[in-house]
């Protein structure tokens, strides 16, 4: 049974910063690429950062480049997503999902299994 869980997720103000995990079990994690997704209430699901499975390629919504940084370790069948200069915009339930392919995509199609997720909550 796949398991993907998050976690790091919680209350940050305006300017801080929080670093997320994603620790992906019962299937390999090396070859295929991972991605992040948040949820906001009343919203679709949106994209937010994508890794290939060595980590050489990654991409960002504009909405969040420049600030967040994601990253993984193959070894340790994690990804993370490191979130600077947060904004009460990004309040949102921040979900990880695994690819069913190893090049980096942000449609939620290419990606077979979803975390439950964590919450993020920036307060102004």
């Known amino acids: 049974q796949v398991q993907v869980v998050e976690s790091g997720g919680g209350l940050v103000q305006t300017g801080g910063s929080l670093k997320l995990s994603c620790v992906v079990s019962?299937?390999?994690?090396?070859?295929?690429?991972m991605g992040w997704f948040r949820q906001r209430p009343g919203k679709e699901r949106e994209f937010i950062a994508t890794?290939?499975?060595?980590?050489?390629?990654?991409a960002y919504s504009d909405s969040v480049k420049g600030r967040f940084t994601i990253s993984r370790d193959n070894a340790k069948n994690t990804v993370y997503l490191q979130m600077n200069s947060l904004k009460p915009e990004d309040t949102a339930v921040y979900l990880c999902?695994?690819?069913?392919?190893?090049?980096?995509?942000?449609?939620?199609?290419?990606?077979?299994?979803w975390g439950q997720g964590t919450q993020v909550t920036v307060s102004s």
């Open positions: 019962g299937r390999p994690f090396s070859g295929y690429a």
């Open positions: 999902a695994a690819s069913n392919q190893e090049y980096i995509s942000p449609n939620t199609g290419s990606y077979d299994y």
């Open positions: 890794i290939s499975w060595t980590g050489g390629s990654t």
